[in-house]
Nanobody, 121 residues
Framework: QVRLVESGGGLVQPGGSLTLSCAASGNLFALNAMAWYRQAPGKQRELVADATRHGNTNYLDAVKGRFTISRDDAKNTVYLQMNSLKAEDTAVYYC???????????????WGQGTQVTVSS
């Protein structure tokens, strides 16, 4: 069984920064592709950023230059550094993971429970 535990959300003023973390644990060998999604009230869930095992990253246009996704495979953890936050970044942020189990077979996707990010003065 695999769990994704997110942390780091909260309330921040416009222009501020937050770093989200997502740690995978359980019956896994390694991370494959990892991603962050977000869902604002009344809107569909959207892909914010993703990162492959090989270091390739991809970002939603609205966050390019402000957000950075990174991963620490030794800790089975992915991060989302968010700078210059805007009110429109307010949403629940979800971690998404494709993994390898202990036999190195691909498994997933898995989702975290979500963490609220609110950008407001």
């Amino acid at each position: 069984q695999v769990r994704l535990v997110e942390s780091g959300g909260g309330l921040v003023q416009p222009g501020g920064s937050l770093t989200l973390s997502c740690a995978a644990s359980g019956n896994l060998f390694a991370l494959n592709a990892m991603a962050w999604y977000r869902q604002a009230p009344g809107k569909q869930r959207e892909l914010v950023a993703d990162a492959t095992r090989h270091g390739n990253t991809n970002y939603l246009d609205a966050v390019k230059g402000r957000f950075t996704i990174s991963r620490d495979d030794a800790k089975n953890t992915v991060y989302l550094q968010m700078n210059s936050l805007k009110a429109e970044d307010t949403a629940v942020y979800y971690c998404n993971a494709y993994l390898q189990d202990v036999e190195r077979a691909p498994i997933g996707p898995y989702w975290g429970q979500g963490t609220q990010v609110t950008v407001s003065s």
